[in-house]
């Protein structure tokens, strides 16, 4: 069962245009999401998160959005760059939990 | 500012060979350490963690083991390899807020 699901395994997006990466989630006792970007042969690094006190939370091009009663996270990328190509992981976790969930990430292209 | 540690970068082993990967934390006390799986094109899996000096949480029933002989230090065995361990096994540490931070992972190809 698949807590955290991340329906595309792929994107493309024109360099400087908007890149949107989707996440949604199940369980609603979930208070803390995360976002990490993943290149290749490389850990994952860890990029914005959100508490579910807020519904956006900005640093710099990068801005995650959440929707509680939807249950739907999304990370905006402004303006998409060549480096932003990696594969991005959506996380979640509850009350601090020892354990965070991740979904099964999706792969961004950003085409020149 | 904390840093892990894993080694080695690569490794190539043989069916049935006895497995050792080991990750360090600097910088930092008491951590929470996890040991996670990608297998080629999937997601990360969580293998193990811990949340002190010989505790050990297992994830998934397998021929895998962990354990945590110090406080920041973890570490990944088998005693027999499978061609299914073959993967990219990342280490994690957990800072007080919730977040996890990935060390660089050990590709481990068996043949």
């Known amino acids: 069962d698949q807590q955290v699901k991340q329906n595309s395994p792929s994107l493309s997006v024109q360099e400087g245009r908007i890149s949107i990466l989707n996440c949604d989630y199940t369980n609603s006792m979930f208070d803390y999401f995360l976002w990490y970007k993943k290149y290749p042969a490389e850990g994952p690094t860890f990029l914005i998160s959100?508490?579910?006190?807020?519904d956006k939370n900005e640093d710099g091009r990068f801005t995650v959005f959440l929707n509680k009663s939807a249950k739907h996270l999304s990370l905006h990328i402004v303006p998409s760059q060549p480096g932003d190509s990696a594969v991005y992981f959506c996380a979640a976790n509850m009350n601090r939990d020892d354990k965070i969930i991740f979904g099964k990430g999706t792969r961004l292209h950003i085409l020149p | 500012s904390q840093t892990i540690h894993q080694w080695p970068a690569t490794l190539v082993q043989p069916v049935g060979s006895p497995l050792s990967l080991e990750c360090t934390v600097e910088?930092?006390?008491?951590?929470?350490l996890y040991w996670y799986r990608q297998a080629a094109g999937r997601g990360l899996q969580l293998l193990f963690y811990s949340v002190g000096i010989g505790q050990i949480s297992s994830e998934v029933p397998q021929n895998l083991s962990a354990s945590r002989p110090q406080d920041r230090q973890f570490i990944l065995s088998s005693k027999k390899l499978l061609l299914s361990d073959s993967g990219f096994y990342l280490c994690?540490?957990?800072?007080?807020?919730?977040?996890?931070?990935f060390g660089p992972g050990t590709r481990l190809l068996v043949l």
């Open positions: 910088g930092t006390s008491n951590p929470n």
């Open positions: 994690a540490w957990r800072s007080p807020g919730g977040t996890q931070y």
């Open positions: 959100i508490s579910s006190i807020k």
